[in-house]
T-cell receptor
Framework: QKEVEQNSGPLSVPEGAIASLNCTYSDRGSQSFFWYRQYSGKSPELIMSIYSNGDKEDGRFTAQLNKASQYVSLLIRDSQPSDSATYLCAVNKDQAGTALIFGKGTTLSVSS | GAVVSQHPSWVICKSGTSVKIECRSLDFQATTMFWYRQFPKQSLMLMATSNEGSKATYEQGVEKDKFLINHASLTLSTLTVTSAHPEDSSFYIC???????????FGNGTRLTVT
């Protein structure tokens, strides 16, 4: 069964710093990778998707994928207190569909 | 962007009763919808995959007779928790994807409390 592993944290960074969130996955055949942000009591919202090795940048967010190491990360530049949330890493469950397997999430706390 | 509406956002029910949760795709046709459950401090766990016009596919360990899923149209899927018990108290979240599309769009979730 596929597994997605994340450090639960909390990860604490000062405002303006770079937050680095990491995720490993067990299935070498995984093709699609996602980072979601979840505020307490709310449903997840998509931040980034990445499908090929390398970096993908979107504003203050950069996703990095290394399929050889089965590793995906999310960098948040110029962290803001509003970025404080739980960040969930997800990978596709199988190639046939779009169901996702989620990690337990890393809690990020950005202090002002 | 794609919007998924989930109703109700929270519900309290007595043990032994049934609760229905609706999930609607508002601006796209969702051929596939997914139901997840999240316990406190835990991650989202996939319960079942729902395809329009066919029976849902349940994940291992999820009782299909307890969690009834109906995907009657391309914009609506419902989850009915039958004979609810306190251990069913959880955050239930639906998600949907357009045909051939990803990633998933999530509803706002339903907080179920069974007393």
């Amino acid at each position: 069964q596929k597994e997605v592993e994340q450090n639960s944290g909390p990860l604490s960074v000062p405002e303006g710093a770079i937050a680095s969130l990491n995720c490993t996955y067990s299935d070498r055949g995984s093709q699609s990778f996602f980072w979601y942000r979840q505020y307490s009591g709310k449903s997840p919202e998509l931040i980034m998707s990445i499908y090929s090795n390398g970096d993908k940048e979107d504003g203050r967010f950069t996703a990095q994928l290394n399929k050889a190491s089965q590793y995906v990360s999310l960098l948040i530049r110029d962290s803001q207190p509003s970025d404080s949330a739980t960040y969930l890493c997800a990978v596709n469950k199988d190639q046939a569909g779009t169901a996702l397997i989620f990690g337990k999430g890393t809690t990020l706390s950005v202090s002002s | 962007g794609a919007v998924v509406s989930q109703h109700p956002s929270w519900v309290i029910c007595k043990s032994g009763t049934s609760v229905k949760i609706e999930c609607r795709s508002l601006d796209f046709q969702a051929t596939t919808m997914f139901w997840y459950r999240q316990f406190p401090k835990q991650s989202l766990m996939l319960m079942a995959t729902s395809n329009e016009g066919s029976k849902a596919t349940y994940e291992q360990g999820v009782e299909k007779d307890k969690f009834l899923i109906n995907h009657a149209s391309l914009t609506l899927s419902t989850l009915t928790v039958t004979s609810a018990h306190p251990e069913d108290s959880s955050f239930y979240i639906c998600s949907a994807t357009e045909e051939g599309g990803s990633p998933l769009h999530f509803g706002n979730g339903t907080r179920l409390t069974v007393t």
